[in-house]
Structures are given as C-alpha cells and as structure tokens.
C-alpha cells in the first residue's frame, strides 16, 4: 500500500528484477487490441494508460533504498509478449 494523506493505492507488481546496476521492472498487459486499432496507436494508448502506475511502482521499489529503477517496461501480451520501454 502507498499512502499519501487519506489516499491509500492497492497494485501488485508483475515483475521486478534487482540487477547488478538496480531494478528492471516489466508489468504484462492483456489489454485488447480495439477494431481498427494500428500496432502502434496500441502501444501509445498502453503507454499513456499504465505511465502513471508504472511511475507509483518505480518510486516504492526506490524508495525500499535497495537501489534505483533502471529500466521499466510494458510486456504486451497480445503482442506476442512485445516489451514496451517506459525509461
């Protein structure tokens, strides 16, 4: 749980990997491509959606002081497991 005055967010992590230079975090979609959706507007729209969740989780794993995020990606699933770079 991350609490900030009366604002308390429930997530789960996917996937955090400690690597020799901090973490790797890789949080899998599942979300449908939508008719007539291009690949590359699908991956705009998973970036723009899940940036602020991704941000909320790379902020708990630096502040656990066990080192930084360094690399942060979507894996997208119904892209035949595409990781999508987020930093």
């Given at each position: 749980d991350?609490?900030?005055?009366?604002?308390?967010l429930?997530?789960v992590i996917d996937l955090?990997?400690?690597?020799?230079?901090g973490?790797?975090?890789v949080?899998?979609?599942?979300?449908?491509?939508r008719e007539?959706e291009s690949?590359?507007?699908?991956?705009e729209?998973?970036?723009?959606?899940?940036?602020?969740?991704?941000?909320?989780?790379r902020e708990i794993?630096d502040?656990?002081?066990?080192?930084?995020?360094q690399?942060?990606y979507?894996?997208?699933v119904n892209?035949?497991g595409?990781?999508?770079?987020?930093s």
């Amino acid at each position: 749980d991350v609490c900030s005055s009366d604002l308390v967010l429930r997530g789960v992590i996917d996937l955090a990997v400690f690597h020799e230079n901090g973490w790797i975090l890789v949080d899998y979609k599942t979300d449908a491509v939508r008719e007539g959706e291009s690949r590359s507007t699908y991956i705009e729209r998973l970036q723009r959606q899940y940036l602020p969740q991704l941000q909320i989780y790379r902020e708990i794993l630096d502040r656990m002081g066990q080192g930084t995020v360094q690399k942060v990606y979507l894996c997208a699933v119904n892209l035949d497991g595409m990781m999508i770079a987020l930093s």
